[in-house]
């Protein structure tokens, strides 16, 4: 079974620098990248209606994201990534799929360049949840240029 590199995808300047590396691996080692989009639900009390049409806005955004995001990860992983969509808190989100999908291997992260952390995902998982995870992360630095990644991967 090839390994999977999963990356979550939000909208954040890190996420190219987690693709490509993750890309990276997966072409180098015969596996494939997985993307992961989860959509923040908030349960704050609107019209059933309104809640509904906003849902499926959210599933629409995530959806194209995800298939811009998949075109450009064909061409440097060499085959299509294994898509995700979760609704949800995107930490819970990202580990109940790693415990329901034991063909994860290596959940790939980007850390922020910016000076008030590494984010709040690895924040989250290097913190007291590390405990819950069930395969290695690979954190990368968010500064990392082309050639770099292209060196350590």
């Known amino acids: 079974m090839p390994r999977i590199f999963l990356v979550v ?15 990276r691996r997966a072409r180098r080692t015969g596996g494939r990248v997985a993307l992961l989009y989860v959509i923040d639900t908030d349960d704050d009390g609107q019209w059933m209606g309104v809640k509904e049409l906003m849902r499926e806005e959210k599933r629409a955004e995530a ?3 995800l298939m811009k995001v998949a075109a450009e990860v064909e061409p440097m992983a060499g085959s299509l990534p294994v898509v ?4 949800g808190r ?4 990202l580990l109940e799929l790693i415990d329901e999908d034991p063909s994860i291997s290596i959940l790939v992260l980007a850390a922020s360049t910016s000076p008030d952390g590494p984010g709040p995902l690895i924040s989250y998982l290097a913190g007291k949840y ?4 069930k395969v ?5 630095p968010g500064s990392l240029t082309d050639a770099q990644i292209a060196a350590l991967a």
């Open 136 to 140: 290695p992360v690979t954190i990368v």
């Open 63 to 65: 959806e194209a994201l």
């Open 90 to 93: 995107r930490r819970e989100a």
């Open 130 to 133: 590390s405990h819950r995870l």
């Open 84 to 87: 995700y969509i979760r609704e």
């Open 9 to 23: 995808v939000d909208e954040s300047d890190e996420l190219k620098v987690a693709l490509r590396y993750a890309c």
